[in-house]
C-alpha cells in the first residue's frame, strides 16, 4: 500500500535525530498456544524456521523465520511457572500478532536520543536466548529499550539492539520455499488511524507519516505500519472471514514481500493452505492458517 498524501503534523527538529537511532521494523511477535504446532502450520506456509530458542530465566521459548529485512517470532510458553512477560494472559484471550521491535544499531545511544528528545526510555536492558544447535546451544545477546505505551500509540512496541546478529541470520534460514524476501509492513486496527499515526512523528518526522482515505502509514526506515479503522480492514480484506471484532488497539496482519507471487500461490495450492487473490497485486492467508495473524502476500518490487 503506497501513501499519497502527507499529513500536515509537525515532528520537531529532534525527529531526525531519533529516526537515525532507529533501522525500522526489526521484527513482529506471533503469541502461539502451541510452539511446536505452530512450527509446522508455518512450514507449511512455506518458511524456514531457525532452531528453537529459550530465553534464558524465563519461561518462553521462540521459533523466528528470518528474512534479510526484517523477521517475525512466534513466541511461546515452554514452562509457566516461570516468568512470561504477559505472555499467558495474552493466550488467555487469542493468539495471533502481540507486538513488534523496532532495530537499533546501539541500544545505548537510542536511548540517550529517545530521552533527550523528551520520550521517557527504560533500558537498555539485557536479554540472552539459548539457540538450540546440532553443534551445541548458542547465545544470541540482545539489549533491548523499553518505551511507555502512550509514546508507541496503537502498539505494543518496545527497541532491539542485536549484539551477535550473525547468530539469528545465518544464510540457510534466509531462503524460503514460498519465496518470502523481507517483511514490508504491518496493520493494525485503531479507532481514529489518522491521530494515531501522527503520534509517531516525533519518533520518525512528520514527512514518514501519510494518510489517505482515512487509513493512515507511518514509514520507519525499514518497513511501514498501517492504521485502519474495523471498517476498513473488512474491506481492505473482505475474504477473511474469521477476522474478529476485538477491541481496539490491535494488531492484525502482516505484509510480506516476495520474490514471484506466481511461485507464492504454486506453493500454497500444493500445501493445500487457504488463501484468496487479489487480482495479480496479492495472496491473503486468513488467520486460522497461521496462528491468528492475517498474511498478505505481495511482489517485493
Given amino acids: 500500500m503506497a501513501p499519497t498524501s502527507r499529513s500536515g503534523s509537525d515532528g520537531g527538529s529532534a525527529a531526525g535525530a531519533i529516526a537515525a537511532g532507529i533501522t525500522g521494523i526489526d521484527h513482529t511477535l506471533v503469541g502461539v498456544r502451541d510452539l511446536e504446532g505452530a512450527r509446522a502450520a508455518w512450514r507449511r ?3 524456514t524456521l531457525s532452531p528453537r530458542g529459550r530465553h534464558i530465566g524465563w519461561g518462553t521459548a521462540n521459533y523466528c523465520i528470518m528474512f534479510e529485512q526484517g523477521y517475525i517470532e512466534l513466541l511461546g510458553i515452554v514452562d509457566p511457572t516461570q516468568f512470561t512477560n504477559n505472555l499467558d494472559r495474552f493466550l488467555e484471550r487469542r493468539e495471533g500478532l502481540l507486538g513488534l521491535a523496532f532495530g537499533s544499531d546501539d541500544g545505548a545511544e537510542t536511548h540517550r536520543r529517545l530521552a533527550a528528545a523528551g520520550f521517557h526510555p527504560d533500558g537498555p536492558k539485557d536479554l540472552k536466548r539459548a539457540l538450540e544447535l546440532p553443534e551445541g546451544d548458542a547465545l544470541p545477546a540482545f539489549k533491548l529499550v523499553f518505551l511507555p505505551p502512550q509514546e508507541t500509540p496503537g502498539l ?19 531462503a524460503h520455499a514460498n519465496g518470502a524476501t523481507r517483511l514490508l509492513g504491518v496493520t493494525v486496527v485503531v479507532d481514529g488511524p489518522a491521530e ?27 518497513g511501514w505500519l498501517r492504521f485502519v479503522t474495523p471498517k476498513d480492514l473488512t474491506r ?11 477491541p481496539t488497539p490491535w494488531m492484525a496482519a502482516m505484509t510480506i514481500g516476495v520474490a514471484e507471487l506466481g511461485a507464492t500461490q504454486d506453493h500454497l495450492v500444493a500445501q493445500g493452505v487457504p488463501f484468496t487473490a487479489a487480482g495479480s497485486a496479492a495472496l491473503v492467508v486468513p488467520p486460522e492458517a497461521a496462528n491468528g495473524a492475517l498474511l498478505e502476500f505481495r511482489p517485493d518490487v
Fill in 196 to 222: 494515531t499515526a501522527i503520534g509517531y512523528a516525533p519518533l520518525f518526522g512528520a514527512e514518514a507519516v501519510w494518510v489517505r482515505d482515512g487509513a493512515a502509514e507511518v514509514e520507519t526506515g525499514g
Fill in 45 to 47: 506456509l512455506g518458511f
Fill in 156 to 174: 505494543s512496541a518496545f527497541v532491539c539492539h542485536h549484539l551477535t546478529p550473525e547468530l539469528i541470520r545465518q544464510p540457510a534460514w534466509l
Fill in 236 to 246: 481492505l480484506y473482505p475474504d477473511a472471514a474469521t477476522i474478529r471484532d476485538l
